[in-house]
Protein backbone atom coordinates (compact mmCIF):
# COMPACT_ATOMS: atom_id res chain seq x y z
CA UNK A 1 0.00 0.00 0.00
CA UNK A 2 1.39 3.33 -1.20
CA UNK A 3 2.05 6.20 1.09
CA UNK A 4 0.47 8.58 -1.29
CA UNK A 5 -2.67 7.96 -2.53
CA UNK A 6 -3.99 8.55 -6.26
CA UNK A 7 -7.07 6.91 -7.76
CA UNK A 8 -6.24 3.78 -9.85
CA UNK A 9 -7.44 5.12 -12.79
CA UNK A 10 -9.29 8.24 -15.08
CA UNK A 11 -10.30 8.55 -18.44
CA UNK A 12 -11.65 11.83 -20.49
CA UNK A 13 -12.20 12.10 -24.28
CA UNK A 14 -10.09 13.77 -26.65
CA UNK A 15 -10.27 17.77 -25.82
CA UNK A 16 -11.36 17.35 -22.10
CA UNK A 17 -9.63 18.08 -18.45
CA UNK A 18 -9.37 15.48 -16.30
CA UNK A 19 -7.46 15.58 -12.95
CA UNK A 20 -5.58 13.14 -10.87
CA UNK A 21 -5.27 13.43 -7.28
CA UNK A 22 -2.47 12.83 -4.72
CA UNK A 23 -3.69 12.30 -1.31
CA UNK A 24 -1.07 12.48 1.56
CA UNK A 25 -0.62 12.98 5.83
CA UNK A 26 0.81 15.13 7.71
CA UNK A 27 4.15 13.65 7.73
CA UNK A 28 4.56 14.13 3.77
CA UNK A 29 2.51 16.43 1.82
CA UNK A 30 0.99 18.14 4.99
CA UNK A 31 4.09 18.34 6.67
CA UNK A 32 5.17 20.92 3.65
CA UNK A 33 7.07 18.87 1.68
CA UNK A 34 7.09 19.56 -1.96
CA UNK A 35 4.77 17.17 -4.71
CA UNK A 36 6.15 16.18 -8.32
CA UNK A 37 4.58 14.45 -10.75
CA UNK A 38 5.57 11.58 -13.64
CA UNK A 39 4.36 10.29 -16.67
CA UNK A 40 5.50 6.87 -18.27
CA UNK A 41 3.82 6.10 -20.95
CA UNK A 42 4.01 2.34 -21.88
CA UNK A 43 7.32 0.62 -21.68
CA UNK A 44 9.50 3.51 -21.69
CA UNK A 45 11.09 5.29 -18.04
CA UNK A 46 9.45 7.51 -16.01
CA UNK A 47 9.62 11.64 -17.21
CA UNK A 48 9.49 14.27 -14.92
CA UNK A 49 6.21 16.30 -15.56
CA UNK A 50 5.89 18.77 -12.81
CA UNK A 51 8.17 19.56 -10.10
CA UNK A 52 7.96 21.97 -6.69
CA UNK A 53 3.98 21.70 -7.04
CA UNK A 54 3.35 23.80 -9.74
CA UNK A 55 6.25 24.16 -11.78
CA UNK A 56 6.96 22.40 -15.53
CA UNK A 57 10.53 21.37 -17.15
CA UNK A 58 11.34 22.71 -20.15
CA UNK A 59 9.32 20.88 -23.02
CA UNK A 60 6.36 19.83 -20.91
CA UNK A 61 3.05 21.49 -22.93
CA UNK A 62 1.38 24.02 -20.79
CA UNK A 63 -1.79 21.60 -20.93
CA UNK A 64 -0.41 20.09 -17.65
CA UNK A 65 -0.25 21.76 -14.57
CA UNK A 66 0.12 20.92 -10.59
CA UNK A 67 -1.38 22.30 -7.48
CA UNK A 68 -1.21 21.51 -3.77
CA UNK A 69 -3.06 22.71 -1.05
CA UNK A 70 -2.86 21.28 2.69
CA UNK A 71 -2.09 17.26 2.60
CA UNK A 72 -2.99 16.75 -1.23
CA UNK A 73 -2.01 17.30 -4.54
CA UNK A 74 -3.35 17.93 -8.09
CA UNK A 75 -2.45 17.16 -11.62
CA UNK A 76 -4.82 18.56 -14.11
CA UNK A 77 -4.56 17.81 -17.89
CA UNK A 78 -6.19 20.06 -20.10
CA UNK A 79 -7.00 19.63 -23.72
CA UNK A 80 -6.47 15.44 -23.61
CA UNK A 81 -4.74 14.20 -26.21
CA UNK A 82 -4.31 10.25 -27.54
CA UNK A 83 -0.17 10.26 -26.78
CA UNK A 84 -1.09 11.29 -22.93
CA UNK A 85 -2.64 8.13 -22.06
CA UNK A 86 0.36 6.68 -19.60
CA UNK A 87 0.70 6.09 -15.69
CA UNK A 88 1.05 9.44 -13.64
CA UNK A 89 2.73 9.28 -10.56
CA UNK A 90 2.82 11.61 -8.17
CA UNK A 91 6.12 11.69 -5.24
CA UNK A 92 7.36 13.07 -2.30
CA UNK A 93 9.38 12.85 1.01
CA UNK A 94 8.24 11.62 4.19
CA UNK A 95 9.65 11.64 7.69
CA UNK A 96 13.26 10.79 7.61
CA UNK A 97 13.46 12.05 4.36
CA UNK A 98 12.11 8.44 2.76
CA UNK A 99 11.12 9.29 -1.06
CA UNK A 100 7.68 8.37 -1.37
CA UNK A 101 5.53 7.87 -4.45
CA UNK A 102 1.71 7.48 -5.08
CA UNK A 103 0.24 4.31 -6.31
CA UNK A 104 -0.23 5.36 -9.58
CA UNK A 105 -2.84 6.60 -11.96
CA UNK A 106 -3.74 4.78 -15.35
CA UNK A 107 -5.07 7.59 -17.72
CA UNK A 108 -7.34 6.40 -20.71
CA UNK A 109 -7.68 8.60 -23.45
CA UNK A 110 -11.37 7.42 -24.76
CA UNK B 1 22.73 15.11 -23.22
CA UNK B 2 22.40 13.10 -19.93
CA UNK B 3 22.11 9.66 -20.62
CA UNK B 4 21.87 6.91 -17.79
CA UNK B 5 22.28 2.98 -18.78
CA UNK B 6 21.19 0.30 -16.36
CA UNK B 7 22.68 -3.04 -16.51
CA UNK B 8 23.08 -6.41 -14.89
CA UNK B 9 19.66 -7.60 -14.24
CA UNK B 10 18.11 -11.41 -15.01
CA UNK B 11 16.42 -14.26 -13.98
CA UNK B 12 17.94 -15.87 -10.50
CA UNK B 13 16.93 -18.10 -8.33
CA UNK B 14 15.12 -16.86 -4.39
CA UNK B 15 18.34 -16.69 -2.42
CA UNK B 16 20.57 -15.48 -4.72
CA UNK B 17 22.37 -11.89 -5.68
CA UNK B 18 22.63 -9.88 -8.45
CA UNK B 19 25.10 -6.27 -8.72
CA UNK B 20 22.83 -3.65 -10.54
CA UNK B 21 24.81 -0.77 -12.40
CA UNK B 22 23.97 2.65 -13.42
CA UNK B 23 26.55 4.15 -16.36
CA UNK B 24 25.89 7.77 -16.29
CA UNK B 25 27.34 10.42 -19.28
CA UNK B 26 26.83 13.43 -19.90
CA UNK B 27 26.35 15.20 -16.59
CA UNK B 28 29.21 15.70 -13.76
CA UNK B 29 28.37 12.56 -11.63
CA UNK B 30 30.40 13.79 -8.83
CA UNK B 31 27.76 16.04 -8.29
CA UNK B 32 24.97 14.88 -7.32
CA UNK B 33 22.54 12.20 -5.60
CA UNK B 34 21.56 9.04 -7.00
CA UNK B 35 18.48 6.52 -6.38
CA UNK B 36 17.42 3.35 -7.24
CA UNK B 37 13.30 3.05 -7.95
CA UNK B 38 11.66 -0.07 -8.96
CA UNK B 39 8.49 -0.78 -11.00
CA UNK B 40 6.69 -4.32 -10.10
CA UNK B 41 4.69 -5.51 -12.77
CA UNK B 42 1.38 -4.08 -12.16
CA UNK B 43 2.11 -2.15 -9.17
CA UNK B 44 3.59 1.21 -9.37
CA UNK B 45 6.97 2.67 -8.43
CA UNK B 46 8.54 2.28 -5.35
CA UNK B 47 11.58 4.32 -4.00
CA UNK B 48 14.41 1.60 -3.13
CA UNK B 49 17.83 3.43 -1.83
CA UNK B 50 19.57 6.82 -2.05
CA UNK B 51 22.86 7.53 -2.24
CA UNK B 52 24.96 11.44 -1.87
CA UNK B 53 27.32 12.58 -4.44
CA UNK B 54 30.16 11.44 -2.85
CA UNK B 55 28.82 7.96 -1.10
CA UNK B 56 28.85 8.89 2.83
CA UNK B 57 25.03 8.73 3.53
CA UNK B 58 22.84 6.00 1.92
CA UNK B 59 19.32 5.22 2.56
CA UNK B 60 17.10 2.84 2.00
CA UNK B 61 13.54 1.48 1.98
CA UNK B 62 12.38 -0.57 4.68
CA UNK B 63 11.75 -3.41 2.60
CA UNK B 64 15.24 -3.80 1.35
CA UNK B 65 17.55 -2.73 4.65
CA UNK B 66 20.09 -5.26 5.22
CA UNK B 67 19.71 -7.27 1.83
CA UNK B 68 21.04 -4.13 -0.53
CA UNK B 69 23.49 -1.93 -0.84
CA UNK B 70 24.00 0.87 -3.07
CA UNK B 71 27.24 2.54 -3.71
CA UNK B 72 28.74 4.52 -6.21
CA UNK B 73 32.27 5.66 -8.45
CA UNK B 74 32.81 8.97 -8.92
CA UNK B 75 35.89 8.16 -10.97
CA UNK B 76 33.98 5.82 -13.31
CA UNK B 77 30.80 7.89 -13.32
CA UNK B 78 28.69 4.60 -12.30
CA UNK B 79 25.93 3.93 -10.13
CA UNK B 80 25.97 0.72 -8.15
CA UNK B 81 23.26 -1.39 -6.31
CA UNK B 82 23.97 -5.14 -4.53
CA UNK B 83 21.14 -6.56 -4.06
CA UNK B 84 21.39 -9.93 -2.22
CA UNK B 85 19.06 -12.66 -0.50
CA UNK B 86 16.23 -11.74 -3.15
CA UNK B 87 12.76 -12.88 -2.76
CA UNK B 88 9.58 -13.41 -5.32
CA UNK B 89 8.63 -9.73 -4.53
CA UNK B 90 11.70 -8.50 -5.33
CA UNK B 91 11.14 -9.24 -9.08
CA UNK B 92 10.67 -5.77 -10.91
CA UNK B 93 12.42 -2.97 -13.18
CA UNK B 94 14.74 -1.50 -11.68
CA UNK B 95 15.53 2.36 -12.58
CA UNK B 96 18.34 4.61 -11.38
CA UNK B 97 17.65 8.05 -11.37
CA UNK B 98 19.34 11.21 -10.88
CA UNK B 99 18.07 13.97 -7.88
CA UNK B 100 18.02 17.42 -9.25
CA UNK B 101 19.63 18.52 -5.77
CA UNK B 102 19.55 17.69 -2.29
CA UNK B 103 17.10 19.95 -1.77
CA UNK B 104 14.86 19.61 -4.19
CA UNK B 105 13.92 15.97 -3.59
CA UNK B 106 12.72 15.00 -6.99
CA UNK B 107 14.13 12.90 -9.82
CA UNK B 108 14.95 14.73 -12.78
CA UNK B 109 16.61 12.08 -15.32
CA UNK B 110 15.93 8.59 -15.54
CA UNK B 111 17.63 5.34 -16.67
CA UNK B 112 15.67 3.18 -19.18
CA UNK B 113 15.59 0.23 -16.65
CA UNK B 114 17.29 -2.81 -15.79
CA UNK B 115 14.52 -6.30 -15.27
CA UNK B 116 15.02 -8.33 -12.78
CA UNK B 117 12.83 -11.48 -12.10
CA UNK B 118 13.24 -13.72 -8.41
CA UNK B 119 11.94 -17.47 -9.86
CA UNK B 120 12.93 -20.80 -9.02
Known amino acids: QSVLTQPPSVSGAPGQRITISCTGS?????????VHWYQQLPGTAPKLLIYDNTNRPSGVPDRFSGSKSGTSASLAITGLQAEDEADYYC??????????FGGGTKLTVL | EVRLVESGGGLVQPGGSLRLSCAASGFSFRDYGMHWVRKVPGEGLVWVSHINSDGSITTYADSVKGRFTISRDNIKNTLYVQVNSLRADDTAVYYC?????????????WGQGTRVTVSS
Open chain 2, 97 to 109: AREYSAAAGYFDF
Open chain 1, 26 to 34: SSNIGAGYD
Open chain 1, 91 to 100: QSYDSGLVRV
